[in-house]
């Protein structure tokens, strides 16, 4: 749904909203047993949705590894990385 919203322009493509964006695109992978590459995350919600990522796996609604591939996938150094050198 805000994938079509950002596709229609109802919702701008602010911070907060690829956060969100890209969290649920987690999910959606670490549902599936797949590792998703490093995307950006405010810190404030990095911490908020590490915590969801624990609740779920804990439950068995995630595979255990999940925690380690949201720490992997939205850890500064992996996106430090992962940024093109400009040069």
């Known amino acids: 749904m805000l994938e079509e919203d950002l596709r229609k322009q109802r919702v701008t493509a602010d911070r907060e909203t690829l956060s969100v964006l890209a969290f649920c695109n987690f999910l ?23 915590e969801i990522v624990q ?5 068995g609604d995630l595979p255990f590894e999940a925690v380690a591939w949201f720490d992997h996938a939205f850890s500064p150094v992996s996106i430090k990385v992962a940024e093109p050198v400009v040069g």
Not at 28 to 50: D, F, I, M, T
Not at 55 to 59: G, N, P, S, Y
């Open 28 to 50: 959606r992978a670490a549902g599936h047993a797949l590792e998703l590459s490093c995307s950006v995350l405010p810190e404030y919600q990095s911490a908020a949705y590490r």
């Open 55 to 59: 609740k779920l796996a804990d439950a």
